[in-house]
């Protein structure tokens, strides 16, 4: 088994992430590159000049996550100019809400990291670091996005401070005043990730910078219902089990004297993300699932095809930090009203419902290298 040593770190993201930036930073001094200094991906200079946070990345969703056994391999020897990152295996697992409807102008996400405590019982998982995204709506290429983590880990409290102090001036006043309006849940999905890094270096077509994307394989399910009762025409709270395989900039190395244009960012980021997807597009061709949303927006699509109407949702009244408590002193079970709903229980069975078990991290890690 290759050895990963950052999965110990899934409860505490500090140290991963110092610990990934040091692995990024022994790659390249492997790839005979001194000196070379990491970038986070810069900000978008529209031609009106407007500046905005870009997320750029591609993906493919897929029926099975057995279709990407050895998709490393694949890109390994397809593409010689992208080196893995060493010990760069990192993995999670996270339900995300989508807490505005399909009338909304942009997406609002809801995002929690979750974790076992020692010895528990694994059929339990318990929420940690809830992040908090506005996004763009669609699947579009260049999306723009912006994300905090939640004050105090409490998703009843107003972020729009957070976001202020994060993104300035790149906070566009409709943006700044969607993040204010109540949220309200819609559905959910869980999701188990795999994830890795790698270098895109290409001297000969892109000079001196070194490119690094983030990798990550999902294998997911979505609830057929935004509070994850069970749906009686599928017999299950889940409607849809899939997977995707996301690359995405996570920023560039360059030399401490090398002088790079936005123009020339901007080219060597979107370059990069259609070589590495040139390979894959071809691998996947037949298999690939034609889904032009994101995941967040499919929970929408997914809970109205399933019976769920604009009017229920909203009658539902379901809040965000309710799938965080293990009990709830106003909701009641339809079949008895002495009964609460646990709706963390409900949260669970995305992980863990015995028909649509999401795989173990390690596993997916394993199947994909």
């Not at 009843?156 to 001036?169: A, K, V």
């Not at 943006?175 to 270096?201: D, I, N, T």
């Not at 089990?241 to 960012?265: K, M, R, V």
């Amino acid at each position: 088994m290759a050895d990963r040593p950052l999965l110990k770190h899934i409860r505490d993201h500090s140290v991963l992430f110092a610990e990934l930036a040091g692995y990024r930073d022994q790659t390249v001094s492997n790839l005979g590159l001194s000196g070379y200094e990491f970038h986070k991906t810069p900000k978008f200079y529209s031609p009106t000049g407007q500046r905005l946070t870009i997320e750029p990345e591609r993906s493919i969703i897929l029926p099975s996550l057995t279709s990407l056994k050895n998709v490393r391999q694949t890109l390994s020897r397809e593409l010689p100019a992208l080196t893995d990152v060493i010990n760069s295996e990192v993995g999670y697992r996270y339900p995300t809400a989508a807490l505005a409807g399909t009338k909304a102008p942009f997406i609002k996400r809801l995002r929690s990291e979750y974790f076992h405590r020692v010895d528990e019982d694994r059929s339990i998982c318990r929420p940690v670091n809830l992040s908090f995204g506005i996004k763009s709506r669609g699947k579009g290429d260049d999306r723009q996005e912006y994300e905090v983590w939640m004050p105090n880990d409490d998703p009843s409290q107003n972020p729009l401070p957070l976001f202020i102090e994060r993104y300035g001036e790149d906070l566009p006043h409709e943006v700044r005043h969607f993040v204010q309006q109540p949220s309200c849940v819609h559905g959910w999905m869980g999701v188990k990730r795999a994830a890795f890094e790698a270098l895109y270096y290409d001297p000969a077509t892109l000079g001196d910078v070194v490119i690094c994307v983030a990798l990550s394989v999902d294998a997911y399910n979505i609830g057929a219902k935004p509070d994850l009762s069970l749906c009686e025409q599928l017999e299950s709270s889940i409607a849809v089990s899939n997977a995707e395989l996301e690359w995405e900039i996570n920023g560039y190395y360059a030399p401490p004297d090398a002088y790079l244009s936005h123009d020339e960012i901007w080219h060597a980021i979107n370059y990069t993300l259609e070589a590495v997807g040139e390979p894959l597009e071809h691998q996947f061709a037949e298999e690939k699932l034609t889904i032009n949303e994101s995941k967040t927006e499919r929970i929408l699509s997914t809970v109205l095809s399933h019976g769920a109407t604009e009017q229920a949702i909203s009658e539902l009244n379901l809040q965000p930090w309710e799938f965080m408590q293990n009990t709830s002193e106003t909701r009641k079970k339809a079949h008895d009203s002495a009964r609460g709903v646990n709706f963390l229980g409900r949260l669970n069975r995305l992980f863990y419902q015995p028909e649509h078990k999401l795989p173990d991290i390690t596993y997916m890690h394993d199947l994909i290298s």
